[in-house]
Structures are given as structure tokens and as C-alpha cells.
């Protein structure tokens, strides 16, 4: 069953701006991922945060995450042209991840 | 560049055909998996070898088969395939999978597949 699901779908925002984007899953989890996809290609590792951690920083990019709520958002601030792709969250249980079906950013110039 | 190479980046293929997707880690990591991209559906994972053991087969179709001859390499078979199947088939690799997903996953690029 699908256990990440984004939130929203797709995000539209001029540059400069923060954009921020939601992720909720269903069951209990060890970690959970952000990974980000550039049209048709790979998926890029961004960051992850492990279930006993609250908040997580790399960069412009910030990760919450709230067990109890099931939830984690990922905020990307002063974002850029370059920042456009889509951005999946993947949460950690048994030796595999679950992917969501992915929020498109795109950031207008 | 990620340390993970797939070949080809784009296949066209017959129902009938037999073809072979390749996909090479350099990273030194000892699993590997497989994923299917279809349009507006989530990732979805469809085998996982672990030091060249298959340890997970999210029930695929035998039409697909994959083959892992050591942990740097990883193949997808493919034969008798439908239109349903075309799709972004992405290789990853990490370092185990014995920590409860725990290891960040590295992606190649994709296999773009379309099978007329």
C-alpha cells in the first residue's frame, strides 16, 4: 500500500520565494527521506531524518518531521529557477522505501 | 553523476521482442534494486538483491526478470511485454539493506521503455 503521499501536487512560485511541501504516511517508520527528480531522469538523495529527530537542516533546505502526526514538510527557501523538479519523500521501514507520489515545484524566473 | 550508470537511456520495443536493461554501480555498495516509474503513480519497487541475493520481488510479472551476476552489476530481462509496461525504470544501489532502510538510496538515471 502507498505509504507517502505529497502535499500538493504541484507548486508554482516566483524565485526568491520559499516554497514548502508536506508529506504525510500511515504507518511507523525508522526514517524518512527527501529525494529530488529532474524531468525523466534519477532520483537525487536530499536529505533524511531519523524518526527520533525533530528537525534537520542541509543547506537552504529544511526537514521537519512530527511522528505523532504521521507527517514531515520539507521547506526549500530562497528558492531558484534551478530548484524546479519534483521532490518525493520515501519512508524507511524494513530494508526498503516507500516512495509517494511526488509534489511538482516549479520555480518561475 | 551519481556513481550509477543504466544502459539504454531510452528502449523501443516490440511486444514480441527479448531486450535487456544494464545498470552498473561504482560505488562499492552491495544492494541493489529495481523501480518502475509510471506517469502519476508512485515509485514503485520491483526487486532488491542484496550481496547478489534476491531479497525482494514485489510481485512482478515473470516477464521481467532480473539477474544479478555481483554486486556491481544488476540486469532487467525483459519478454513478451505489454503497453502497460512502458514506464521509467530507475536502478539504485546502497550500501545494505540489513538496517532497516536506513541507507540512502543512490539513482541512475533511468531506462525510458516503451513497448508498442
Known amino acids: 500500500s502507498q505509504q507517502g503521499e505529497e502535499d500538493p501536487q504541484a507548486l508554482s512560485i516566483q524565485e526568491g520565494e520559499n516554497a514548502t511541501m508536506n508529506c504525510s504516511y500511515k504507518?511507523?517508520?525508522?526514517?524518512l527521506q527527501w529525494y529530488r527528480q529532474n524531468s525523466g531522469r534519477g532520483l537525487v538523495h536530499l536529505i533524511l531524518?531519523?524518526?527520533?529527530?525533530r528537525e534537520k537542516h542541509s543547506g537552504r533546505l529544511r526537514v521537519t518531521l512530527d511522528t505523532s502526526k504521521k507527517s514531515s514538510s520539507l521547506l526549500i527557501t530562497a528558492s531558484r529557477a534551478a530548484d524546479t523538479a519534483s521532490y518525493f519523500c520515501?519512508?524507511?521501514?524494513?530494508?526498503?522505501?516507500?516512495f509517494g507520489t511526488g509534489t511538482r515545484l516549479k520555480v518561475l524566473a | 553523476e551519481t556513481g550509477v550508470t543504466q544502459t539504454p537511456r531510452h528502449l523501443v520495443m516490440g511486444m514480441t521482442n527479448k531486450k535487456s536493461l544494464k545498470c552498473e554501480q561504482h560505488?562499492?555498495?552491495?544492494?541493489m534494486y529495481w523501480y518502475k516509474q509510471s506517469a502519476k503513480k508512485p515509485l514503485e519497487l520491483m526487486f532488491v538483491?542484496?550481496?547478489?541475493?534476491?531479497?525482494e520481488n514485489n510481485s512482478v510479472p515473470s516477464r521481467f526478470s532480473p539477474e544479478c551476476p555481483n554486486s556491481s552489476h544488476l540486469f532487467l530481462h525483459l519478454h513478451t511485454l505489454q503497453p502497460e509496461d512502458s514506464a521509467l525504470y530507475l536502478c539504485?544501489?546502497?550500501?545494505?539493506?540489513?538496517?532497516?532502510?536506513?541507507?540512502?538510496?543512490?539513482f541512475g538515471p533511468g531506462t525510458r521503455l516503451l513497448v508498442l
Open positions: 539504485a544501489s546502497s550500501q545494505a539493506t540489513g538496517l532497516a532502510g536506513q541507507e540512502t538510496q543512490y
Open positions: 504507518t511507523s517508520i525508522n526514517n
Open positions: 531524518i531519523r524518526s527520533n529527530e
Open positions: 520515501a519512508t524507511g521501514g524494513t530494508y526498503k522505501y516507500i
Open positions: 560505488l562499492g555498495h552491495n544492494a
Open positions: 538483491y542484496n550481496f547478489k541475493e534476491q531479497t
